[in-house]
């Protein structure tokens, strides 16, 4: 049987919901990483993991304004790819 209207919209706001609570579960994780790193010197002291991460993603970003970067997940070692 179809979906009827409101089913349609539930659905629709039920799934933009779960999106929203999982940027915000992703965005808490990655709070609690920085907020772990120590304060030397007033600069955050990157472990190394994390300063392996950010090389990779800066090798991959272009410059552009929008600050977008497109990559491959077979880039990233085996050791960063389940330590989220």
């Given at each position: 049987?179809?979906?009827?209207?409101?089913?349609?919209?539930?659905?629709?706001?039920?799934?933009?919901?779960?999106?929203?609570?999982?940027?915000?579960?992703?965005?808490?994780?990655?709070?609690?990483?920085?907020?772990?790193?120590?304060?030397k010197?007033?600069?955050?002291?990157?472990?190394?993991?994390?300063?392996?991460f950010?090389k990779?993603?800066?090798?991959?970003?272009?410059?552009?304004?929008n600050?977008?970067?497109?990559?491959?997940?077979?880039?990233i070692?085996?050791n960063?790819?389940?330590?989220?």
């Amino acid at each position: 049987m179809p979906k009827s209207t409101y089913e349609k919209t539930l659905d629709k706001q039920m799934k933009e919901a779960k999106k929203q609570a999982e940027d915000a579960a992703r965005r808490n994780r990655a709070q609690s990483i920085i907020d772990g790193q120590p304060i030397k010197n007033g600069l955050r002291i990157l472990d190394g993991n994390a300063e392996q991460f950010l090389k990779i993603v800066l090798d991959l970003y272009d410059g552009s304004e929008n600050n977008y970067i497109q990559g491959d997940i077979h880039n990233i070692p085996e050791n960063l790819k389940d330590s989220y």
